[in-house]
């Protein structure tokens, strides 16, 4: 049986992909010529913002009395669980070393990077949970510096709750400035700010444009596109629960894909017949994000068995994977290529976006058949050392002169050669390519 689409998406994440590169080009270089001065150009033109740029303390202070006691609360919580979870990643790599052979020792040192730029969308919606996922991360990996960079709305600045989540999680500081200026100023060392190593978060098209174009120069988390999210569910899986989350996850954007697969065709149309009207239910902006999305970018999938849906998941290698099916271990085990998953109804992606301590800055367009989303790991450097005897370089140093005289390259061989000579004067070694 071939897969039967009852709905057919007529439009991609890449369908009304602009030409923003020039654009982004254009301003980062005449950022990096122009400096602050320049930041702060775009920042009036982009912003329409023309308060302080670099947050003081007591702006800081000032915008964390204005958030709600509950929300700090709830920001806290978030927070602690994002803080374990990276901990207990962070924990899975160490420091190691073994002897290579008697007298020759090899070892493995994690490094976390300096300066962190913790890019947290706030434009259309007001991305707290960026912050915490972004910081709290750079935070227990040990990052000697942390920015926190956010847009700032005409004449009120970074949203409160922002400059909170950022606060507490560990930002040393907090940039006001949006899109390409804000990820140029901490790419750059502008404002006084120490040049970022590494540049993390979510953001519009112009944002991961200007990661593109960066990457390199900097490290970079991943170049995200449009999020996506794809449900996998059985006759079992209750059709307004399925529906609801897919509705959830298409008011990102207009250009979000959601996905259903699923090998019952009943419930397939259900969903369909639900959405619509769950779609209607939401406020505006939300609703007209959710609709075009939906009308656009969705898709619903019927297989033959649970093995083809499966299968189904893995080339779509969706950012969000949701299992309502029967049997969760087998899902576990045999789905392969997801940025986060989520088994079982009692579980939800929005779960994971905002509290549960697993990241929400995951890969997208497919991204996920090659790599997971950021976690602690992403701001440290696992980097190699040795050391021997003169003893312990023997064996090496004369396997090394043969193999390199095989590839042709006889400076290697010498650098191999020469140690022999001064550690074993005398010693007859046969070196040459042929053994």
Known sequence: MTRDYLKKATLTAKSDATQVHETVKSILDDIEAGGDAKAMEYAAKFDKYDGNVMLTAEEIEAACALVPEKLKADIRFAHDNVRRFAEIQKSTVSDVEM??????TA????IPVDAAGCYVPGGRYSHIASAIMTVTTAKVAGCGHITACSPPRPDTGVAPAI???AHICGADKILALGGVQGVAAMSFGLFGLPKANILVGPGNQ???EAKRILFGRVGIDMIAGPTDSLVLADASADAHVVATDLVSQAEHGYNSPVWLVTDDRGL???VMELVPGLIDDLPQVNRDNAFAAWRDYAEVIVCADREDMAACSDEYAPEHLTVQAGDLPWWLDRLTCYGSLFLGEETTVSYGDKATGTNHVLPTSGAASYTGGLSVHKYMKIVTWQQATRDGSKAVAEATARIS???GMEGHARAADVRLAKYFPGENFDLSADG
């Open 99 to 104: 002897e290579i052979v008697p007298g020759f």
């Open 268 to 270: 397939a149309e259900k």
């Open 107 to 110: 070892g493995q040192k994690v």
């Open 206 to 208: 112009f944002v991961a």
């Open 405 to 407: 005289r095989l590839e």
């Open 163 to 165: 400059v909170y989540a």
